[in-house]
């Protein structure tokens, strides 16, 4: 299969300007002030990325949800659990991969006492490829990949769709391997169980491919 070409409207995290540091920390660091974008003005704080800058499996997602703003940490609530259960199927070892988010800031409309996730917009993920950017180039990761479209857009432009790609391993500009597939998230919004035992065993399969990248 030809690896796809990102779109020259919306450059790839990774061809665009970035951060550049030599260590996680330091990248780390930096961004807890970070405000190329409004987002930082309501959330807790940045939340960055997690694991081993050894790790050879980056996993990238659209942006922390309310639990992980208050952690400070990626994949800590209901999606995060379900991710764990699934890789674990897969025969991954999370502890072996790098977890992050396209957006490093939770972005959420206020119902009550609760905050619900809002999408981020297209420029909110471009300024803040400027981070995701950064750690594809300290890690240059074995395999990247993108969950959920968010996390594709921000890898790989608009020219690139998630249901037309999903389970496919693409080439980058860049040269590194990116599997597409969805966010978990995506199974916790369905209701009908046969459906969500479907498409979370779809889910697996998926991540399966990983195990080839960890040998």
Known sequence: ??????????????????????????????????????????????????????????????????????????????????????????????????????????????????????KPSAGEVQRCAWWLGGELDVLRPDLVVALGATALYSLMGRSVGLNKERGHILKTSSGLHLLVTIHPSFLLRIHDHQDRDAERARFVDDLRSITHYLK
Request: hydrophobic share 35%; proline share 7%.
């Open 1 to 118: 299969m030809a690896p796809a070409q990102a779109a020259s409207r919306v450059p790839p995290a990774f061809v665009q300007p970035h951060a550049e540091a030599r260590r996680l920390s330091a990248l780390r660091q930096e961004s807890e002030s970070c405000e190329r974008c409004d987002l930082y003005k309501n959330a807790t704080q940045t939340v960055f990325g997690d694991g081993a800058q050894a790790a050879r499996v980056m996993l990238v997602g659209e942006q922390p949800g309310d639990r992980e703003d208050i952690a400070g940490r990626p994949f800590v609530g209901p999606a995060g659990k379900l991710l764990d259960e699934c890789l674990h199927e897969a025969g991954v070892d999370r502890s072996l991969c790098y977890v992050t988010n396209a957006v490093k800031h939770f972005k959420f409309e206020p119902r009550g006492k609760r905050r619900i996730h809002a």
